[in-house]
């Protein structure tokens, strides 16, 4: 039983294992890329994502966890700046350079993962 972290319409940066490996890959084989490359497929809403999580895992998503609870427990600071701030991260440099994600479709990539 669980859900969304608290509002649930923070973004949510991912990427599966497979294109992960795959763009360190890409990057090793460019030496034309240098610097920090963000290694993300896209980016849901977190609500989206425990939504996708629960289906994969055949279990109900209704529980969310409040901000206030997430803040006693983790702290303010690294609840606000970990878990409940959106993270809108974009693998521009990645693409631009030519890389294609192969896993797009968060809700396939947890039922491969979990099935």
């Given amino acids: 039983l669980g859900g969304p972290l608290g509002p ?5 940066s991912w990427i599966s294992l497979e294109d992960a490996v795959r763009s ?3 990057i090793l084989d ?3 890329i240098s610097g920090p490359v963000n290694l ?3 980016f849901v809403a977190q609500a989206d994502f425990a939504q996708a999580l ?3 895992l055949h279990r109900p998503c209704l529980l969310p966890a409040p901000s206030f609870a997430l803040r ?11 878990v409940l701030v959106n ?3 974009d693998a521009k440099r990645l693409r631009n350079q030519g890389f294609q994600f192969d896993d797009t479709d968060l809700s396939a990539v ?3 993962i979990y099935e």
Avoid at 8 to 12: P, R, W
Avoid at 72 to 82: K, P, R, T
Wanted: proline share 3%.
């Fill in 8 to 12: 649930g319409s923070q973004a949510m």
């Fill in 110 to 112: 947890m039922r491969r």
């Fill in 40 to 42: 993300v497929s896209g």
């Fill in 87 to 89: 993270h809108r991260i």
């Fill in 54 to 56: 629960a289906a994969a």
């Fill in 30 to 32: 460019h030496p034309e």
């Fill in 24 to 26: 360190v890959r890409f």
């Fill in 72 to 82: 006693m427990v983790l702290g303010s600071e690294m609840a606000n700046n970990l």
